[in-house]
Nanobody
Framework: VQLQASGGGLVKPGGSLRLSCAVSGVIFNINDWGWYRQAPGKQRELVAS???????KYADSVKGRFTISRDSAKKIMYLQMNSLKPEDTAVYYC???????????????????WGQGTQVTVSS
């Protein structure tokens, strides 16, 4: 399985971006999909996740502003980001975990597959 993240860029506070994560390979054994971010000098953190059954989770800091979704037919995962704030500036990564993988969903440590990251900068 390979993940390819895209869609980052420079946006002003209050603006929007949509990140995409294109997936290639066999995915029937993937249980959990997520978007993570890492800002300079900070630890990587969960932004949002979506399970194979459709359940979603969000970091408190992005609830009501970000929406995670997945198009199974096109094998693409999205992160719609609205009302962006300067503190959302980070490198964003998409990741996936197989069933029965031992991973920390909060940090992503142990997730089986990672995209290369896409930079999101929120600045006026």
């Amino acid at each position: 399985v390979q993940l390819q993240a895209s869609g980052g860029g420079l946006v002003k506070p209050g603006g929007s971006l949509r990140l995409s994560c294109a997936v290639s390979g066999v995915i029937f054994n993937i249980n959990d999909w997520g978007w993570y971010r890492q800002a300079p000098g900070k630890q990587r953190e969960l932004v949002a996740s979506i399970a194979s059954g459709g359940n979603t989770k969000y970091a408190d800091s992005v609830k009501g502003r970000f929406t995670i979704s997945r198009d199974s037919a096109k094998k693409i995962m999205y992160l719609q980001m609205n009302s962006l704030k300067p503190e959302d500036t980070a490198v964003y990564y998409c990741a996936a975990a197989r069933y029965y993988s031992d991973y920390d969903p909060r940090s992503g440590r142990g997730m089986d597959y990672w995209g290369q990251g896409t930079q999101v900068t929120v600045s006026s």
